[in-house]
């Protein structure tokens, strides 16, 4: 038995050992790969990313050539360190921490050594790098903005870090990629796919030639182009239009949900984010945090949302039978709506009884604090009547990320009864407790894009198209589904009309709020929006400045435009963002301007003395 058992072991063994090796020289090819490595370099060539265009076919971005050198840690043999680093103008300190990360990343894939070297220095340099071993240059494409515009919509690009080489293996140390607005979105189409070049090296590592004569080599090919839905002369005139001040211009195409201008003040030159200054223009942007550039508050800021708001309370009253067009509410001059509260102030003449169209052109307060409370209050649970509230009002867009094609964004908020049962834990609220959001107040956010979604939704009684950026992709036209269907709002298309005409009147009528904005010969829907503004100042929660704001969409009847404008601390709404709104649509419609009083005013006037105010101590004007 023993001798069997020594026999079939030996035998077993036998089986292993002839399996194993059998393995490892016809299926395992790992040990190959790994000899590879060391026998064969690969070069990559590096693709030229797509042009970008705006709706018009204006060119946008392109590219220019810039020269980098690389690294090959374990290629590199002894040099005189101080002579090289003085040919690439750069410290030995600096030198140093980049060959250390280089030899950190992996001694046998290339890194940067120095980035983006300018064709003068990359020519002076190009003849004297035989004197360095495992250093060579690699050619780059950077971007050539053709435009000093929409920093904050076209984004920028810059090298890759590792959390991105991890997500995608397409990536090598030193690359770049798209780091935020279209350059981010569409990153994939952009950047092309990389060309790569095999060369056989012998056991003293030199260089032989392509490895089995380039048979397995690729060419670059070149990013796709694509066509954004921007219209470059109306972003350049809202930007413009924007100086000295701080907010946010979003305008959209109601009949394609295509966003045509997305301005961010204050904005900055894209420039300035290209080749070797980049860094230091990019921690300049950054630690300004006063005026903050690189936040962009057309898709970033959330702010309540002011009068601009009604016109959804308005649509959703109807909507629950709660009041018609023909409806009144008595103004006191505000609206007391419990004992021992602070009442909602308003301009109204005191005693006026207003129906549904004076409330919205002359923004009556009293009128949508009642509308509010009869659509809240129409359950008897009033957790059931908030909840069917926020319901229609993020039919429209509200309290989400819409689901855009941008790069980033914030979903604002529209509370509903898990909201306020977090807040008062002890069940201490009602309907009443909510009044404020019936003026756009309170608890209620949205950002810039979201107003004017939401405006687009009016303009067109009842849906709206996902806003997005794309429009072609090498002159193709987009054919997303998620950008072609409408998106249906839970209010009944006949139901806008009255609340349209009260917009249309605000412009129209003597007593409208935006009556000294209208534009001849365009007919303009709208709402004004004042504010409340607060800040905390040394720990102590001040009110500052109210914010302007205004909603519009032209012509009333086929919109061809829809938007919204917020300026920061701009007092109230008819006196900076009501004429901003209305430049904006004269300019896209028709091309140029008639109303040269206004364009003058917005032109040459600025916020930046009260911008100062909170740092300078100066005192503040609620409601002037």
């Keep these: 038995m023993r001798k069997l058992l020594l026999y079939f072991s030996i035998v077993f063994i036998g089986v292993v050992f002839v399996g194993r090796l059998s393995y490892l020289q016809l299926f395992d090819n790992s040990f190959e790969a790994l000899s590879n490595k060391n026998a064969i370099k690969t070069i990559y060539d590096y693709p030229e990313r797509g042009y970008i265009y705006d709706r018009n076919g204006k060119l946008l971005v392109s590219n220019q050539p810039a020269y980098d050198v690389m690294v090959i840690p374990r290629d590199v043999k002894k040099f005189d360190t101080l002579e090289f680093c003085s040919l690439l103008k750069i410290t030995r300190e600096k030198f140093d921490k980049a060959l250390g990360k280089a ?120 990013g796709k182009d694509i066509t954004v839905t921007i219209d470059a002369d109306l972003q ?41 200054p980049r860094s230091a223009n990019y921690m300049k942007l950054a630690n300004d945090t006063i005026a903050k550039p690189l936040y962009d508050r057309a898709i970033l800021a959330q702010y309540a949302p002011g009068s601009p708001f009604k016109i959804l309370n308005a649509l959703v009253g109807l909507q629950e039978d709660v009041i018609t067009p023909e409806t009144k509410f008595t103004c006191y001059g505000g609206y ?108 209620v956010e949205a950002t810039p894009i979201q107003l004017a979604n939401m405006t687009a939704a009016v303009a067109n009684r009842g849906f709206f198209y996902t806003p997005h950026i794309i429009k072609k992709v090498n002159g193709e036209p987009i054919d997303i589904k998620k950008y072609t269907v409408p998106k249906q709002t839970t209010i009944d298309a006949e139901n806008f009309e009255p609340v349209i005409q009260g917009m249309f009147d605000v412009y129209r009528r003597p007593g409208g709020t935006a009556y000294y904005s209208q534009i001849k010969g365009i007919d303009i829907a709208g709402k004004t929006g004042t ?50 709104a209305s430049l904006m649509v004269e300019k896209y419609i028709r091309k140029e301007i008639t109303r040269t009083d206004l364009e003058y005013r917005m032109l040459n006037g600025s916020l930046e003395d009260v911008y100062a105010k909170p740092y300078s101590g100066k005192p503040f004007r609620i409601n002037e």
Aim: glycine fraction near 10%; proline fraction near 5%; aromatic fraction near 12%.
């Design 531 to 580: 504010v409340e503004n607060f800040m905390v100042i040394d720990s102590v929660l001040t009110q500052l400045d109210d914010h302007s704001v205004f909603i519009a969409f032209a012509p009333k009847d086929k919109p061809k435009i829809a938007m919204a404008v917020f300026i920061e601390n701009g007092y109230w709404g008819g006196r900076w963002a009501a004429p901003i």
């Design 236 to 276: 350049a005139y809202g930007e413009l239009l924007m100086q000295n001040k701080r907010g946010g211009i979003v305008a959209i195409e109601p009949a394609t949900g295509e966003i045509l201008a997305m301005v961010s003040a204050p904005n900055y030159n894209p420039d300035l984010l290209v080749g070797r």
């Design 103 to 222: 030899k950190r990343y992996s001694p046998r894939l290339p890194s940067v050594i120095v980035a983006q070297l300018s064709k003068n220095d990359y020519a002076f340099l190009q003849e004297k790098m035989r004197k360095y071993p495992g250093f060579y240059i690699q050619k780059r494409s950077l971007r050539d903005y053709q435009t000093n515009i929409g920093a904050n919509v076209l984004g920028y690009i810059a090298e890759v870090n590792p959390d991105n080489i991890k997500e995608d293996s397409y990536y090598q140390s030193g690359e770049l990629l798209g780091k935020t607005g279209i350059e981010k979105s569409y990153e994939e189409l952009l950047r092309g796919i990389k060309g790569k070049k095999y060369i056989q090296k012998d056991r003293f590592n030199r260089d032989i030639g392509p490895y089995k004569e380039g048979v397995f080599d690729t060419l670059p090919e070149k």
């Design 336 to 443: 007391s709506y419990a004992r021992n509260t602070k009442p909602l102030g308003c301009h109204c003449y005191p005693g006026s009884r207003n129906d549904m169209n004076r409330g919205i052109y002359e923004s009556c307060n009293a009128y949508f604090g009642q509308t509010y409370r009869k659509i809240v209050e129409k359950f008897d649970d009033h957790r059931q009547g908030i909840d069917n509230w926020a319901s229609h009002i993020r039919s429209f867009g509200l309290g989400n990320y819409l689901g855009y094609d941008l790069s980033t964004g914030r979903p604002g908020r529209i509370p509903d009864s898990k909201y306020y049962d977090r807040e008062y834990p002890n069940g201490g609220w009602r309907g009443v407790t909510t009044i404020s959001n019936s003026i756009g107040q309170g608890e």
